[in-house]
């Protein structure tokens, strides 16, 4: 279940549509699957239609995350050592994204996005090492859409008991990673196959 200080917000931007989402998910002070759900949730009262809560989930999913990158490219670490807890960031975010950047590579913007802990702070590492933009858009708007769907559908389905999500979404978060980790493994594989073959 969700804290009423949650709900109380989400209640609060709930009001403004398209847009409370869209903020909602900017900030990032509420995880995304929570106000996805809730966003689930006023679909199926019939205050937002499936498109826009689809376009306010993607737009501020990924707004969110282009605040991280060009922090990470303008910033740099020092930046979030010293100014990442305003953000919800802590150094063990910070070192477990860099680990995955540095050991996977671009895919990981997509891959990660799935994954807890590393989905958060995973853009930073990105910005930090200048990771082309259109990439960087491409692969963040392209795991954007599996997940903002995924959790506005069980939002609708959930209804007035959106606010058990947290609950429910674990059981879609496990296998989630293990696919997320599986397909990192098959790229891999495919790549160094390939670089042998050469």
């Given at each position: 279940?969700?804290?009423?200080?949650?709900t109380?917000?989400?209640e609060?931007?709930?009001?403004y549509?398209?847009f409370?989402?869209?903020?909602?998910?900017m900030?990032?002070?509420?995880?995304?699957e929570?106000?996805?759900?809730y966003?689930?949730?006023?679909?199926?009262?019939?205050?937002i239609s499936?498109?826009?809560?689809?376009?306010?989930g993607?737009i501020?999913?990924?707004?969110?995350?282009?605040?991280?990158?060009?922090?990470?490219?303008y910033?740099?670490?020092?930046?979030?050592?010293?100014y990442?807890?305003?953000?919800?960031i802590?150094?063990s975010?910070?070192?477990?994204?860099?680990?995955?950047?540095?050991k996977?590579?671009?895919?990981?913007?997509?891959?990660a996005r799935f994954i807890?802990?590393?989905r958060?702070?995973?853009?930073?590492?990105?910005?930090?090492?200048r990771?082309?933009?259109?990439?960087f858009l491409?692969?963040t708007?392209?795991?954007?859409?599996?997940w903002?769907?995924?959790f506005l559908?069980?939002?609708m389905q959930?209804?007035?008991?959106?606010?058990?999500?947290s609950?429910?979404?674990?059981?879609y978060?496990?296998?989630?990673?293990?696919?997320?980790?599986?397909s990192?493994?098959?790229?891999f594989s495919?790549?160094?196959?390939?670089?042998?073959?050469?």
């Amino acid at each position: 279940m969700t804290a009423d200080w949650v709900t109380n917000i989400l209640e609060l931007l709930g009001q403004y549509g398209f847009f409370g989402i869209t903020i909602a998910l900017m900030i990032e002070v509420i995880p995304s699957e929570v106000v996805l759900g809730y966003g689930g949730y006023l679909i199926s009262n019939g205050d937002i239609s499936f498109f826009a809560a689809l376009l306010a989930g993607i737009i501020g999913g990924t707004i969110a995350q282009l605040f991280l990158y060009w922090l990470g490219v303008y910033g740099g670490r020092p930046f979030f050592e010293k100014y990442g807890k305003f953000l919800l960031i802590k150094r063990s975010h910070l070192d477990a994204a860099e680990l995955w950047f540095n050991k996977y590579g671009t895919i990981v913007i997509f891959t990660a996005r799935f994954i807890p802990i590393v989905r958060h702070a995973i853009s930073i590492p990105a910005g930090i090492a200048r990771m082309p933009f259109h990439q960087f858009l491409i692969y963040t708007i392209a795991a954007m859409l599996p997940w903002t769907i995924l959790f506005l559908l069980i939002g609708m389905q959930l209804n007035q008991h959106w606010n058990s999500i947290s609950v429910v979404a674990s059981a879609y978060i496990k296998p989630i990673i293990l696919i997320a980790c599986f397909s990192l493994l098959l790229y891999f594989s495919y790549h160094y196959f390939i670089k042998e073959k050469k």
